[in-house]
């Protein structure tokens, strides 16, 4: 299944790497690109990727609802057969939510996922 590598004109990067695929936000996430990143990953699902992972290492703030968007997208990967993970990052607004408890029943990937070659676009 071929995706090509695309950067963010939607507010995050969509980085295909065999059977799985990475979306990789941006800075902020905010309501546009939390609707935007939800309806990519139910595309992706429905292209068949099995595994789907959404790595927030470079979100430094975060709307109020991107908690309740990540917890749509995994119970429709789940529905889907499909899995969702989430590699949280490490800024002050992502680790509040992980604080707050708002990520627990999302997997998230506490080690770094092998790099992906850039490719260009």
Same mark, same amino acid.
């Given at each position: 299944?071929?995706?090509?590598?695309?950067? +963010?004109?939607?507010?995050f990067?969509v980085?295909?790497?065999?059977?799985r695929?990475?979306?990789r936000?941006?800075v902020s996430l905010d309501?546009?690109?939390?609707g935007?990143l939800e309806?990519?990953?139910?595309a992706?699902i429905g292209?068949g990727?099995?595994?789907l992972?959404?790595d927030l290492r470079?979100?430094?703030?975060v709307?109020?609802t991107t908690?309740?968007?990540?917890?749509?997208?995994?119970r429709?990967a789940q529905?889907n057969?499909?899995?969702?993970s989430v590699?949280?990052g490490?800024?002050? +607004?992502?680790?509040?939510?992980?604080r707050a408890?708002?990520?627990?029943?999302?997997?998230?990937?506490?080690?770094?996922v092998?790099?992906v070659?850039e490719?260009?676009?």
């Amino acid at each position: 299944m071929a995706i090509a590598h695309s950067q +963010a004109q939607d507010g995050f990067t969509v980085v295909p790497d065999r059977d799985r695929v990475c979306l990789r936000p941006g800075v902020s996430l905010d309501a546009r690109v939390l609707g935007r990143l939800e309806d990519e990953a139910r595309a992706l699902i429905g292209r068949g990727y099995e595994r789907l992972t959404i790595d927030l290492r470079g979100v430094e703030t975060v709307d109020w609802t991107t908690a309740a968007t990540l917890a749509a997208i995994s119970r429709f990967a789940q529905r889907n057969d499909a899995r969702l993970s989430v590699i949280p990052g490490h800024s002050p +607004a992502v680790q509040e939510l992980l604080r707050a408890g708002l990520m627990k029943d999302l997997t998230t990937e506490t080690a770094p996922v092998r790099p992906v070659e850039e490719r260009p676009h």
